[in-house]
């Protein structure tokens, strides 16, 4: 069983930034392709970005490009999403995602899912 536990979100002006980190329990974190999702409200949870197990891959939504970085640290068993020049669009919560196979992460059909963490960009 892996845990995912999210922290990071608040509330920011449009043009700011925050770092979004998921701290994982378990010994499987670094054999694990993981990946951010948000959902606002009234709309369908949404592919964000995702990174493969060594990190050496990522993929991100097209509307994130250039904005939102997915990085990994398997030393401390922890993903990141650094977001910059955040729009008030971007208000959602974001949840982090885990799975064996990266291809599973970007469909949302991993493994685990953390409680998410809200965001909210005011214009």
């Known amino acids: 069983q892996v845990q995912l536990v999210e922290s990071g979100g608040g509330l920011v002006q449009a043009g700011g930034s925050l770092r979004l980190s998921c701290a994982a329990s378990?010994?499987?974190?670094?054999?694990?392709?993981m990946g951010w999702f948000r959902q606002a409200p009234g709309n369908e949870r949404e592919f964000v970005a995702a990174?493969?197990?060594?990190?050496?891959?990522?993929y991100y939504q097209d509307s994130v490009k250039g904005r939102f970085t997915i990085s990994r640290d398997n030393a401390k068993n922890t993903v990141y999403l650094q977001m910059n020049s955040l729009k008030p669009e971007d208000t959602a919560v974001y949840y982090c995602?885990?799975?064996?196979?990266?291809?599973?992460?970007?469909?949302?059909?991993?493994?685990?899912w953390g409680q998410g963490t809200q965001v909210t960009v005011s214009s």
């Open positions: 990174i493969s197990r060594s990190g050496g891959s990522t």
């Open positions: 995602h885990a799975g064996r196979l990266l291809a599973l992460v970007t469909t949302a059909t991993g493994d685990y």
């Open positions: 378990g010994r499987t974190f670094s054999s694990s392709a």
